[in-house]
């Protein structure tokens, strides 16, 4: 009998799925990455979002394991490399929540542009200011998109509806489609209004957006971070809103986020300017949180482990 292991809760359909394929599934939400560590040998596969890190020590005692699923799209809460050594197999789902990612993304822009968190406040507060709530178009615009994988492409999918000009920047040649025209960074950089940032975490993207990115950046711009909070300095984020060579952000992710996408932030001057910064939206951590991409991200992880499971990969 195969053995899963879930250590966070997912989508019901996701070890009902499972159970229908012939595997036994064992669910625990509570114990410790100390606890799991001394039963994982038992299992052949483990099922996780981001409770805690999968490094190489965890994965030396689990020595039958055949696969990890992280239900997501990021892998920086597993060591790959380390994995693939031993000859286990690791899936994630970004399939499942890029289309709600790119909507996310959108609607925080058009939210931004448009004062809307703003001015929905002062009205619950009786207040009607229309001159102080003129908004600002996104038709005309460049949207610099950074990263043109799942979540980027499907963002340039959703701003095909507007008159804008789309430019995608990637390390993969070639990746640029109808939505989005690929570009070097020093051309995004150049013509972009906005910038959204669409990449994996690495030792690369880390602090990918900093004091150096944002001075190559020719106007003044807008941006948005659906991606990782770590990928961009809040301190340089900071100094560039005071110096409006970054006229606004969406931030749906925070630097200062734990590996579980947890914020517990103690009062600080800089988490008090970015929370009292009228050019400023955020959501935690949500982008891809939907009633809708819930249920995909299981169904395309289990579709995943089916398709092992037909080619032989149990045996």
């Not at 394929?21 to 064992?26: M, Q, R, V």
């Not at 935690?284 to 995909?296: D, L, M, N």
Request: aromatic share 6%.
């Amino acid at each position: 009998m195969i053995r899963i292991l879930h250590v966070d809760t997912n989508h019901p359909s996701l070890v009902e799925g499972l159970e229908n394929l012939g595997f036994e599934n064992s669910i625990n939400t509570t114990a410790s990455k100390k606890e799991i560590e001394e039963d994982i040998s038992s299992f052949h596969g483990l099922v996780i979002r981001s409770r805690f890190p999968i490094d190489s020590a965890f994965l030396n005692k689990a020595t039958n394991l055949k696969f990890i699923a992280r239900i997501g799209s990021g892998l920086e809460n597993i060591d790959v490399q380390a994995a693939k050594k031993l000859g286990v197999a690791v899936l994630s789902a970004p399939e499942g929540n890029s289309p709600a990612v790119g909507e996310h993304a959108l609607g925080m822009l058009l939210s931004l542009f448009n004062k809307i968190p703003k001015a929905n406040a002062e009205v619950r507060d009786g207040i009607w200011q229309r001159e102080a709530n003129r908004g600002e178009e996104l038709s005309g615009k460049t949207i610099g998109i950074i990263g043109y994988g799942h979540t980027g492409k499907q963002f340039a999918k959703k701003l095909s509806g507007f008159d804008v000009q789309v430019h995608c920047h990637d390390i993969i040649p070639n990746i640029g489609d109808a939505f989005a025209t690929q570009v070097s960074l020093e051309t995004l950089q150049q013509n972009a209004d906005i910038i959204s940032l669409h990449l994996p975490l690495d030792a690369s993207t880390l602090h990918y957006i900093n004091r150096e990115f944002i001075e190559k950046v020719r106007k003044p711009f807008w941006l948005i971070n659906t991606a990782r909070g770590n990928q961009v300095v809040t301190t340089d984020l900071i100094d560039a809103l005071k110096n409006e060579t970054i006229r606004g952000a969406c931030l749906d992710v925070l630097e200062m986020e734990t590996a579980a996408f947890d914020v517990s932030e103690e009062p600080s001057e800089s988490w008090n300017y970015l929370t009292t910064h009228p050019n400023v939206v955020f959501t935690p951590h949500v982008a891809g949180w939907t009633v809708q991409s819930h249920a995909k991200l299981s169904a395309v992880i289990l579709e995943k482990i089916q398709t092992l499971l037909n080619n032989g990969y149990f045996k």
